[in-house]
């Protein structure tokens, strides 16, 4: 898409962004809370159950030698796969069967999950079916997609799929970078995700969800079977809204599979594989805790920063980010909980074996848990009635009722740049170059206090700049930044430095600008601007479905200068 035919405006947050993406009008963003929809939700079309077998059998393709798979350890009967189900030899055989059934054709809008994260074995065979039988321009609508991916870009090249709307890690979104899709990528944070597809923005044709237990309802779950992974919760707006669903599972057990966090009520069609994913690859480089002492250091200085102003009381509730800073300040935080003896209510998830443990040890109530980040956290959901499923509906949908992402006292996330203005960038790197998704990071904002720790200097480039390269979240919503040369607080929040002397903390309260000086004087100077082409290759949204900044092209030349997510 060149440059000419991208319309841009300048948004409330002076940032330029197109007003037409993918041939859709957009709004740009108005400023946080300015802009409120007017119309209703969107539905899916009304299905009939005369369509359906009255067994409620609806498994129609299962690899030749599956074994059935496994509940807890229990073998099922491979005579659990109906005679009628179509036997394939392949996964790709296996789905092309129930993309036939599903009507697939050119064009259209093919949703999935990530719950598997880099340990994913669905996204490439769906999409290689597809090139199988001859489909062409189809729109990919992951929640995200990783460096497991990257064999899909021979089928973006060929033209099976003509672009990607979700949040692109690694290749993929190197490949968006250097300008060689054909649509522009959108980057939506999980809440945006479900607000897009609620509020009619996106139409899910097809969904392709990956269940590690499904009975042939179709009713699904993440937390039993060889492939457990967790929650489903990402998955549960393409169940509600797509025109078909399809669910693919391992390990296909006798109806009623409970619990079920997807409902076979909203599936199509189950589809059985041998494999749909490595659970042990939902750990990845981005959700172990840093080794790292100056990270260290700066976890446990937002852990006493926390703990300092009084955020830390009996009944609180935090967030802590999966990055290895956010992993230590979860265990620093633990420490000082145990020490007074303050018991949190809640703890929000992303769940880790920290969060884990202190469920477990009762420094919490409960885990509200939207995504589980390590096997621990998948065998605690199974286990635990106190450790809760939840989806971006509940927890982050800025476009419904209220969201109880308001009620987490504070979250801790990360960032790969910030300015001086405290808007904050998780999405490109300090190239420019975008290889990392928004997540739940954006709608974690609406926290009362958002502290970012994160450290003055990557690969020898300032993370404090003068303005973020990519605009994801606005300062107004971001409190702290805590880095190893000191905190920086936002002056809208005099409350917090009031309290912290009103505290007596000696923890190392600085402006950002005095942070940012000191850095650059450090590494000779601020670091020099991304060499951005002309073209637009993608667009970033707000929680509210507005656009609040564009992704430039740019020269991929060898690996990434900065580091990300850590």
Not at 304 to 311: E, K, L, N, P
Request: glycine letters at 12%; hydrophobic letters at 40%; proline letters at 6%.
């Amino acid at each position: 898409m060149s440059k000419s035919s991208v319309q841009l405006v300048k948004n409330a947050a002076g940032r330029m962004v197109p007003t037409i993406v993918n041939g859709q009008e957009q709004v740009p963003f108005k400023g946080v809370g300015q802009y409120t929809p007017t119309a209703r939700k969107a539905a899916p079309p009304v299905r009939s159950s005369n369509d359906f077998p009255r067994d409620g059998n609806k498994v129609v393709a299962a690899m030749v030698g599956s074994q059935g798979s496994r509940d807890q350890g229990i073998e099922v009967p491979r005579a659990l796969v109906p005679a009628r189900a179509a036997s394939c030899s392949t996964a790709v055989e296996a789905l092309k069967v129930a993309l036939k059934n599903a009507g697939i054709r050119d064009g259209m809008r093919i949703s999935s999950h990530h719950h598997f994260r880099n340990g994913d074995k669905i996204g490439v065979p769906l999409f290689q079916a597809a090139a199988e039988l001859g489909v062409k321009d189809l729109i990919w609508f992951p929640s995200a997609c990783f460096p497991c991916h990257a064999p899909l870009i021979p089928l973006i090249e060929s033209g099976v799929i003509h672009h990607i709307e979700g949040s692109m890690n690694g290749p993929l979104g190197d490949y968006c970078s250097a300008g060689k899709m054909r649509g522009l990528g959108v980057l939506r944070s999980h809440g945006g995700r479900w607000q897009a597809v609620q509020d009619g923005e996106i139409h899910i044709d097809i969904a392709v969800l990956a269940a590690p237990t499904c009975d042939p309802f179709g009713n699904s779950n993440g937390v039993n079977g060889p492939s457990a992974c967790g929650g489903l919760g990402f998955g549960l707006v393409d169940s509600l809204y797509a025109d078909h669903t399809i669910m693919v599972t391992d390990n296909l057990v006798p109806f009623p599979c409970v619990p079920w966090q997807i409902q076979g009520n909203n599936v199509d069609q189950v589809v059985v594989l041998d494999v749909i994913g490595d659970p042990a690859k939902i750990v990845s480089g981005t959700t172990e805790l840093t080794k790292s002492p100056d990270r260290l250091m700066i976890a446990e200085m937002a852990a006493q920063f926390v703990r300092d102003v009084g955020i830390m009381r009996d009944g609180f509730s935090f967030q802590a980010g999966a990055g290895g800073t956010a992993l230590g300040f979860a265990i620093y935080l633990r420490d000082y909980m145990r020490e007074r003896k303050i018991k949190a209510r809640f703890i929000r998830g992303g769940s880790t074996k920290y969060l884990v443990e202190m469920l477990e040890e009762g420094l919490t109530d409960y885990i509200l848990d939207g995504q589980t980040f390590d096997l621990h956290g998948v065998r605690s959901m199974r286990d635990n009635p106190r450790h809760v499923m939840t989806s971006p509906f509940t927890s982050y949908n800025w476009h419904g009722k209220g969201h109880f992402a308001t009620f987490v006292d504070a979250a801790v996330l990360g960032a790969t740049d910030v300015d001086v203005n405290f808007n904050a960038n998780v999405v490109t790197h300090s190239d420019g170059r975008l290889l990392h998704g928004i997540g739940g990071w954006q709608n974690c904002l609406a926290s009362p206090c958002v502290i970012l720790p994160i450290p003055s200097v990557r690969d020898r480039i300032p993370v404090i700049v003068d303005n973020v390269t990519t605009l994801v979240g606005p300062g107004e919503l971001i409190d702290v930044i805590v880095t190893e040369r000191g905190i920086a607080i936002n002056p809208r929040r005099q409350d917090l430095i009031t309290a912290i002397k009103e505290s007596g903390s000696k923890l190392p309260i600085r402006t950002i600008q005095e942070i940012k000086k000191e850095v650059d004087d450090m590494c000779g100077g601020p670091p020099a601007p991304p060499q951005f082409g002309e073209k637009i290759v993608a667009a970033v949204k707000w929680v509210d479905g507005t656009v609040i900044d564009s992704v430039r092209e740019v020269e991929i030349k060898g690996p990434a200068t900065s580091g990300g997510g850590e």
